[in-house]
């Protein structure tokens, strides 16, 4: 059974009407939001606004391993900050009672689009620092791959965790910063990621023509080099093979992550003791950290 709609906090500033639904809109605007890095992910999510029920239900299952009905019912009221293309909005909505999906940039029209026939997600143009909901609101908040490009990220954490309910949970994805691999990968990435921060810079046509080249000549080979020593028995090597996580994914998702990695301008990364001691400063207690990729991703309770 759907429960009413929570009541927002404070009255859109507009309304937009996309795919036949409403975008509330509200002042996304404040000091602790990167408008370059929103831009870049509003371009992003315009481009790779589709996605087959298969595409949302394989990379969801690993976002959301930990996830119980311990964490989630069909009662639950939900609150998706960060919600971009609203993926993992459609991938819970048949669990839960109501969704809140929040977005600062115009992935919020990708958003619309893909759950345009999912009638219990309510869509709002909003950063995490203005989350237009009272606090103590939710029973489960969650930001996957959010919060590592606000500039204060613990900050970000603090204003999700408040829409919490005592005793509410609270998914977090953060990006890693390989604290759980070798010297050799930390080099190759450290390469990477120069070039990231001159990808991330060009104009919005021309990034996303180089990241699909990047998702074609050097996520495509690695991963077929990973595939190969999966065939003939060497599985583990193979997982030692930077990007072998895509090894079942498909196409279209590389060429969206490849965008996503090389252009975004902003990008914190953490360790995982690090995302441990940020989520118990933030009020969170009983906190679990799923040992599978994507690193990290962990859940705790609000006490």
């Known amino acids: 059974m759907i429960r009413q709609m929570i009541e927002y906090s404070v009255k859109p500033l507009n309304i937009l009407h996309v795919e036949n639904r409403e975008i509330h809109l509200f002042d996304s605007a404040g000091s602790n939001i990167d408008e ?10 315009n481009k790779f606004n589709a996605f087959s029920s298969e595409e949302i239900e394989k990379v969801g299952v690993e976002y959301f391993d930990i996830v119980t009905s311990k964490h989630l019912t069909e009662k639950s009221l939900v609150l998706d900050v960060g919600c971009g293309s ?11 009672a109501h969704i809140e999906a929040i977005d600062p940039s115009d992935a919020v029209l990708a958003a619309a689009k893909l759950l345009r026939d999912t009638k219990n997600v309510r869509i709002s143009k909003a950063s995490a620092d203005s989350i237009p909901f009272e606090d103590n609101s939710f029973d489960f908040v969650f930001s996957l791959g959010v919060l590592h490009h606000i500039p204060d990220t613990k900050l970000a954490m603090q204003h999700c ?6 005793n509410g949970y609270f998914l977090v ?3 890693y910063n390989l604290d759980n691999r070798g ?16 990808i991330s810079s060009l104009p919005a046509h021309l990034k996303k023509i ?26 583990r090597l193979g997982q030692k093979i930077p990007l072998s996580y895509y090894s079942d994914k498909t196409f279209h998702i590389i060429r969206n ?32 950290f799923s040992d599978n990729a994507p690193y990290w991703h962990a859940i705790g309770q609000k006490i």
């Open 36 to 45: 370059t890095t929103v831009k870049a992910f509003g371009e992003e999510w």
């Open 161 to 166: 965790i408040s829409k919490l309910k005592q």
């Open 210 to 235: 180089v990241c699909d080249l990047i998702a074609m000549f050097v996520y495509m080979p690695l991963l077929s080099v990973s595939k190969l020593l999966s065939l003939i028995g060497l599985k």
């Open 86 to 96: 609203g993926r993992w909005s459609k991938y819970l909505a048949d669990k839960v």
């Open 173 to 175: 994805y953060l990006y």
């Open 257 to 288: 992550d490849a965008l996503d990695r090389f252009g975004t301008p902003l990008e914190q990364r953490f360790s995982k003791t690090e995302i441990g001691d940020m989520m118990k400063e933030c009020g969170l207690t009983d906190i679990i």
């Open 183 to 198: 010297i050799i990968y930390n080099k190759i990435f450290r390469f990477s990621n120069v070039f990231r921060l001159v």
